[in-house]
């Protein structure tokens, strides 16, 4: 089915409103906090108060007397019942050879605690007043031990873990070092830069939630959850820590509002409430509440890097040295590892024919929430670092932002990088000529005198960022560490009435997949959307899928839903040229109709689907009855969109605050399936990627270990007036190697806006004399940095 123009199909492209809409605006939707069973109980966490501290005794006494109370565990119960601790889904090995250093992940602390929020106990009771209450009596008496929370004092820090005494987890490296080593020595400039990627918490509007269950009569379980990915989820809980048949679980993931990634992971939660069901013959419910979220969620980015950039005296890129300290946190979360190596270091060559690269991580464990992908997912950090870099050089070699990186775009395809990865195609040059076109460039002029007549700064800074989606393929991924495939399923089930169920591996949590995969098959069957229904999110209906994360949703469980297309099309035409008397090669179906090549004998898509079912008309010794497929589908690489961004931003310098006046994004995701849905997932990003380069930080302080910014009143999160109307502009460059030439969407704002945000204040900043400035560029930040640069 190769030859079909996927992008010219009906409603291809087209702004479909969201099918999925309705329920969630009328209070439909069922979220995992919204399922009540019978005789549920509620779970409370005891959390540990230190980041770092040795448990001497567990006292359960009075809590277990408080009102309510079903049950209580800890650590101790944990180990008696010889239940194993949480896996990591990625392994690196390290430069030396040695596999990366993976201590124990208790799903309740076992004899020590590392963090603060670290879980101690779980309390179950008949109503969630008295599981909190009761969890306010069980006495813990700790001794607390030396902290560390910066990454940069790890390696001087107490131990967190006996397999790790300087809490070093592993080195890691890909490029020629002594290559770029080379190149620099004969270098005409060399531009150096050294910046800290900040921390973030996720914060999806719907906090975790979890439900587990247990049925005596059959020995099976079931897990309600808020998660991303429920077959990878149950796969990592059975086969790794409780040590159950998998088809003695069930995991169902229903309406999941948000995700960001902190919805990826197997997380102790849900691990405990699973494991404490059958102990209790009970159903228990946790639900997190926001203040547990900043604790316990997996953080995001966390890096402190220095590079260096060789250009001969044209600007041209001539080799990249990177050196990225990567704070993994207390534990090693499902695919931490993979985020500052993988998913990081492969993407440094960014748009650019920089011929020698060499990238080396070193990842430290803290007394810190554990770090793991946040939307991006390394992407971001890449990003960052070399958008950050190049506009740097701009400025070092008095080139405009936007030329020196016309001077060193690829422009040839496939374009093998030096750092792993292959780009199939890309357009980078109208990119940049639809974003400086977009952004009226040739009027910044005018509007920064514009802003200085009001005593403003005005700047404008420039990202041009690519990033890989789709996390493929299986085998290269598997010989790179990760411990499970990263394949996708789709089947597609044509009903005797012509209408359609498709199940899928993907999980939607605001993606809108119930309208874009409705519109993909649609399009291949020529019948309407609402006759198609989209099935996902639990394990006892769907076949075994990857989930959702890493943008590749469309390209990886599209493009399985496809294949799963070709087969009902393949054994279609058999019964439409049996029904039209017909060779099976001699049948075209195009728009819902099978016809006879050089007739005018044809056959609706209707008509065969009842045949299917009600086989009056064919011999079924020569075919069987049913139109039901089943597909799988592991990419041959990853997808490759890129794009170009331009900020505006206005500076007063007197407060130091940071207004962003206008941005637009260009971006080339291929083939688009509905436009209005790629409109909504880029605003997403960008304001969360605005959000994390003018407001949002994790801060832990140093010398306590406690999280400073442990909510709202702290933590500032970007509301809609710190972000401006966006200008979106499209350039489409189909991917090569998969059947819809899609590529993904869904990270792409937040990867591409933060440097061009900050750039553009450094714009602004330059005259005052600043040179540099880490996100977030609060008000009291870049006020001081126009202080220091007065001084």
Known sequence: ?????????????????????????????????????????????????????????????????????????????????KVAGLPCGWLITSTDGQPMKEPPHPFLAQGKVRYVGDHVAIVVADTLENAKNAAELVEVDYEPLPAVVDVRDAPKGTALHDIAPDNHCYKWAIGDKAAVDATFAGAAHVTKIDLVNNRLAPNPIEPRAAIGAYNRANDEYTLYVANQNPHVERLLMTAFVLGLPEHKVRVIAPDVGGGFGAKIFLYAEDVAVTWAAKKLNTAIKWTCERSEAFLCDAHGRDHVTHAELAMDKDGKFLGFRVHTDANLGAYLSTFSTAVPTILYATLLAGQYTTPQIYVEVDAWFTNTSPVDAYRGAGRPEATYLLERIVSRAAWDMKLSQDEIRRRNFITQFPYQTPVALQ???????????????????????????????????????????????????????????????????????????????????????????????????????????????????????????????????????????????????????????????????????????????GTDKKIAFGQVALTAY??????????????????????????????????????????????????????????????????????????????????????????????????????????????????????????????????????AGAIGSPPAVINAVLDALAPLGVKDIDMPASPSRVWQAIQSAKQ
């Not at 809409?21 to 439909?28: E, I, N």
Request: aromatic fraction near 8%; proline fraction near 5%; charged fraction near 20%.
């Open 1 to 81: 089915m190769g030859a079909i123009d996927f992008a010219k199909l009906p409603h291809i492209g087209e702004p479909l409103r969201r099918k999925e809409d309705y329920r969630f605006l009328t209070g439909a939707g069922q979220y995992t906090d919204d399922i009540q069973l019978a005789g549920m109980k509620y779970a409370v966490f005891v959390r540990s108060p230190h980041p770092h501290a040795n448990i001497r005794s567990v006292n359960k006494t009075a809590a277990l007397a408080a009102p309510g109370v079903v049950g209580i565990f800890d650590g101790q119960d944990v180990a008696a019942d």
């Open 423 to 597: 780009y199939d195609t890309g357009d980078f040059h109208a990119c940049m000529d639809k974003a400086n076109e977009l952004a009226d460039v040739a009027g910044f002029a005018k509007r920064r005198e514009a802003s200085k007549a009001k005593g403003l700064l005005r700047g404008i800074g420039y990202s041009s960022y690519i990033e890989a989606c789709g996390l493929a393929p299986s085998n290269i991924a598997g010989a790179l560490g990760a411990r499970a495939g990263l394949f996708e399923c789709g089947e597609v089930r044509v009903h005797p009435t012509g209408s359609v169920t498709v199940f899928t591996g993907s999980h939607s949590h605001g993606q809108g997949h119930e309208t874009t995969f409705a519109q993909v098959v649609a399009s291949r069957l020529g019948i309407d959307p609402a006759q198609v229904d989209i099935v996902h999110g639990d394990t006892g209906r769907v076949p075994f899928g990857m989930g959702t994360y890493g943008s590749r949703s469309i390209s990886v469980g599209g493009a399985a839903i496809m294949r799963a297309l070709d087969k009902i099309e393949a054994k279609a035409k058999k019964i439409a040229a049996h029904l039209l008397e017909a060779s099976d090669a001699d049948i075209d179906f195009a728009n819902g109709e099978f016809t006879v090549k």
């Open 614 to 747: 009600v086989p009056h008309n064919y011999p079924l010794d020569k075919l069987e009855p049913g139109l039901n497929e089943t597909a799988f589908y592991d990419p041959t690489n990853f997808t490759f969109p890129g794009g170009t961004y331009i900020a505006e931003v206005e500076v007063n310098p007197e407060t130091g605050e940071t207004r962003v006046d206008r941005f637009t994004a260009v971006d080339d995701f291929g083939t688009i399936i509905n436009p209005m849905i790629v409109e909504g997932q880029v605003h997403g990003g960008l304001v969360q990627g605005i959000g994390q380069a003018l407001l949002e930080h994790c801060v832990y302080d140093r010398e306590t270990g406690q999280l400073v910014t442990g909510s709202f009143m702290d933590y500032a999160m970007p509301r809609a007036d710190d972000v401006p109307s966006f200008t979106l502009g499209h350039v489409c460059t189909p991917c090569t190697t998969n059947p819809l030439g899609t590529k993904g969407c869904g990270e």
